[in-house]
């Protein structure tokens, strides 16, 4: 078994190849070997599609089902229903399916998929071989044209990208060099390394880089009569081209049926609905070594449904697999009805670093408060006046780990001391160092008093989303009266809560903790430093970086400025001990200063999937990025046996 | 209104039976002065003050003197919460999470103890992740009365620890069961009726105020006055109230105790709902200004306050009571409304209104109902005082 992780290549060219992926895989299997899916055999003979073979790319993305674990080799057919809540949904199917040029397996190594192999250079230079035959899912050819399309008719026109190319193909402001090499090869070049390019590609909403040159020619002002187009797009409802362009072409939400995809399944539904239907992709590129061609399963049904009734039409069996709008609190009462509608729930893990954290704002607009989050042995304080393992034992009945906002035990880069640093509940310990920070002064509720005179009364901001988080801050502000210290929770909705933080309004905020809780060494540690201006903790530093100093400040707390640091030098280096010892170093930093104040990990996310299913595993990482959800654990191998 | 009633004169007999009447005339005199002679029992009637009258038409509604009979014992509870509640409502016991009612019991194999409840044998579920709660029959913790408990303080002023009902020294009592906190369902009824019950009287009182006030002040004028409260009456009832409700609920600063929360949306409530009130008080102040004794009081020099006050709002009263109790239960409702959609109260504070937003979800009605148990109570209070508006206003006019 050979699998690379990508990123991890450094200096000497390696290649990838799609035989990666195969384990003790007889060569592609010839034409003879294929069988026809029995749900297009009928249009196979009528003529109106080419025979299986001729479908499939040359060399297609072959998998070993029964090599790989809990998995076996199964029988097309049947359709998979699906609950939803919105009918922009449609975009998890495009999550769900994950075929991306190089994508994530479930063990997170990054493989190619509908490219059959990548040629990394120094992290500089990505030379990208396409399958020789593969086709849209209209039939059309797939080539280094859709490439070249995006680069230059998309990228490259004004009106349709008025911004230039997205952030993931900047480095340092610039935008990488492109080439066609041949029909089937392309190769993207930058001056320095671009670590972001390939996890950008493998992301669940991921870069497109490509996109169906043949049937948005005729979307495009270069290639279609203007006067043509205007009509369309006032017939559309748009104001002019670009506006059509775009809104027809959003592969990512794949709400267009017309436009051709590479998706294991294509959308028929047209418009909103209530039910949106998606059909198999006759041309899609992977096969089992039984000479299926894959997806198994022909149609997936998405179901439209409030929210909070998706749980309930769950129970009642309208679900074949169903994890989304699910919460750990369902759990006792799907399990109630497992028997009656013929479906088993299983518990996969969430894969982010935490799935509760409290984070102080450390660019509070409060002068009193930010002098006090900007003292680490004020957080470290916080950290320790919190019983975990209670939150733990109430909430998720002992099932997640208490855990600092570290890495998951899932991670290469997972350490038992980051975990647990400043996790122990120990509230003399934590009374202590408030007491030798000076704050001795209490009122006659034995509340501790702010430098203003104030009781210390911490107002807790939630997005009003979840019960889990109230519970916790319910169970904490307890905790905290030990220390002297009140908690308030103030709830809100989403768009009010992210506004209140970045003006700093917010004292404090209850969220998860970093998106990806299982990273590898090639993957860039931007959450550990502050990058972006959505990290609730130091949301002004972190624009600041991500604007390059127009908006925001300068982090001024050394050890955040030394994350940054670290940070940079990751970026600036390939070599991958190098990179494993700065990720390392990160982490250490990072929870030993308690920027975030982790409190559960690795909480149980329920999975319903049906008796009739086979194929799902039964424990899994259930993680948006990287993870895609569903995504890496190959819903397109997932059959019926029925 | 009072004294006794005008009567016709004296008649003679009629010519009995099948007799032709033919065209007959009295020869008697009439006699201007005459009047029968009254019962005691009349006389006690037509003397009778009028809140005598009121009350002894108000007894005869059999429902109205129940439901008066249950607001007061609602009222009790709101009063004394403290000591009548076995918990604090915010007592948590991590051992007792979604721990379902207790049966309380009378004989313990087949000697009588007085009420008491079993312990329990408590099983987590791996399987389903359900605590289970069985009864141990072998040890019954008897309830104790006037006992020490849980600390509190009185009305927010006295520490005390005395509870007329507690759990046994080393049991637990939870006759209503848990939530997923562990915290007791029955404390925390009692608790909130205290918010829940109040809000209603507390705004009722605060925009019946302002009602009778403007809509006195505006009917009675007239002209401008009438005119720019008729205006500023139509803004505030343009406004959608639920974005309204949001708005204000969201400049309540997070750090206010959870009772001056609860003032403030009481104010809020009033300040919004006396315009109803304000409309009925100006429109029958209207018609009622142009009577003859209205005319005769302002004649003999009487101040509009006094007119208004002593001539005119009598004169409805019936009317405003009804429309005061008829619109508690509303106050009531809306309490729940708001808390149940998360723009009320907020947890620490508990009301009826906040424990049901515990109840909202499908787990509740699925598997723990007993935490829909706060529904109740608020069915009964708002019965209670449509029942009690109504017997009221039959009883305010006591001569129909």
Redesign the interface.
Known sequence: MMLFRLPMISGALRALSAGALLLCVALPAAAGEMQETPSLALEVTAGKLPPVAERIPGDPLITDVDALKGRHTGKPGGTLRMLMARSRDTRQMNVYGYARLVGYDEHLNLVPDILKSVDVDGERVFTLHLRAGHRWSDGAPFTAEDFRWYWEDYVGNKDLSPYGPPRDLMVDGEGPTFEVLDDLTVRYSWKKPNPFFLPALAGPAPLYIYQPAHYLRHFHAAYTDPSQLAAMASAAGKRNWAQLYNSIDKAEYQDNPDLPTLQPWILRTRGTSDRFLFTRNPYFHRIDTAGHQLPYIDKVVFTVSGP?LI??RTATGEADLQGRYLSF?????L??KEKSSGYDVRLWRDGRSAELALLPNLNTAYPEWEELFRDVRFRRALSMGIDRE?IN??IY?G?GIPSADAVLPESPLFDEKDQQAWTQFDPDAANALLDEMGLTKRDGDGIRLLSTGEPM?I?VDTA?EA?DQ??AL??I??DWLQLGIKL?????QRE?FNGRIESGEAIMSIWSGHENGVPSVGNPPWEFAPTTADQYQWPQWGQYFATRGVAGFPPDLPEAQKLLDLYQQWIGTADHDQRRQLWSQMISLYTDQVFTIGLISGAPQPIVVSRKLRNVPEEALWNWDPGAHFGIHRLDLVWFAQ | MNGAPMTQGSQPPLPAGDEDLGHWVSNEPFDATYQPALSPAQQRYYSAPQWKLIWWKFRRHRLAVVSAGLLAVLYFIVIFAEMLAPYAPDSRNSQYIYAPPQRIHLFHEGEFLGPFVYGDHRKLDMEVLRRIYTENTAKPHPVRFFCQGDKYRFWGMVEARFHVICPAKDGVFYPLGTDRLGRDQLSRILYGARVSLTVGLVGIVLSMTLGILIGGAAGYYGGWADLITQRIIELLRSFPELPLWMALSAALPATWSPVTTFFGITIIFALLDWTGLARAVRSKLLSLREEDFAMAASLMGGRPHRIIYRHLVPNFMSHLIASATLSIPSMILGETALSFLGLGLRPPAVSWGVLLVEAQNLNVVALYPWLMLPVVPVVLAVLAFNFLGDGLRDAADPYH
């Open positions: 909070s749980a309930a609190g369902d759990y006792t009462f399990k109630q209670e034992q109430v009945f099932l009364q107002v009003g019960q109230t519970d319910e169970l502000a307890h308030f929770i103030k709830p809100s009010i």
